[in-house]
């Protein structure tokens, strides 16, 4: 008897609270309203967000400074290649001079494409669109992912939107932060202009 009576305490409280609450939480809510708007450059806030966070970013201003930034780098760190995440990025890397292999376990470096970036949360987006299939089983120790400023978005929906009309087999999400920490050692984006 004593714990009915408790139990319809925590009920009429819970009944209580419920009629007087003067503020409901709509389920309708759309991403924008969750999310304060993103009014300064994407470029810059996604900058901001991968520095904060543990990444390394670097900004060219074409093709061309993209291959001698990542040259001088690979010079610097004595890499002596790549694991490009798929033979059309591995053809691009080799035809600008830069040495990369598919799936070579001794090599600890990782090139990839992405489908887009969100620069409030620093999430990168890879996509099987980018071609990156099996050879990406697990992320490599150093990870550089090669952007064109376009791609960086203000919301996940915009990515979404962009995505072709048949949906990619699979969508990876790489956020910076703790997985910097945990899997990936070191990250760099490298962002072109066009």
């Not at 009429?12 to 007087?20: A, E, I």
């Not at 099987?128 to 919301?155: D, E, R």
Request: glycine fraction near 6%; charge should be negative.
């Amino acid at each position: 008897m004593k714990n009915s009576s408790e139990k319809e305490k925590i009920l009429k409280l819970l009944r209580s609270s419920l009629l007087n609450s003067d503020k409901h939480v709509s389920t309708t809510e759309t991403h924008e309203e969750i999310f304060a708007p993103c009014n300064d450059d994407p470029v810059m806030v996604f900058a901001e967000k991968l520095s904060l966070d543990g990444g390394r970013f670097v900004y060219c201003q074409n093709e061309a400074e993209l291959f001698i930034n990542l040259s001088n780098l690979a010079a610097y760190r004595k890499w002596s290649g790549y694991n490009a995440y798929s033979s059309n990025l591995q053809t691009y890397l080799q035809a600008n001079g830069l040495n990369s292999t598919l799936a070579d376990p001794t090599v600890n470096v990782g090139i990839s494409l992405c489908q887009g970036i969100v620069a409030p949360t620093g999430s990168i987006i890879i996509t099987s669109a980018q071609g990156a299939g099996t050879t990406l089983v697990h992320f490599p120790q150093i990870m550089i992912v090669i952007a064109m400023a376009s791609q960086i978005y203000t919301s996940y929906k915009q990515i979404l939107n962009m995505l072709p009309e048949t949906p990619p087999e699979w969508v990876l999400s790489i956020k910076s932060g703790k997985l910097i920490e945990e899997e990936i050692k070191e990250l760099y984006i490298f962002v072109v202009d066009e």
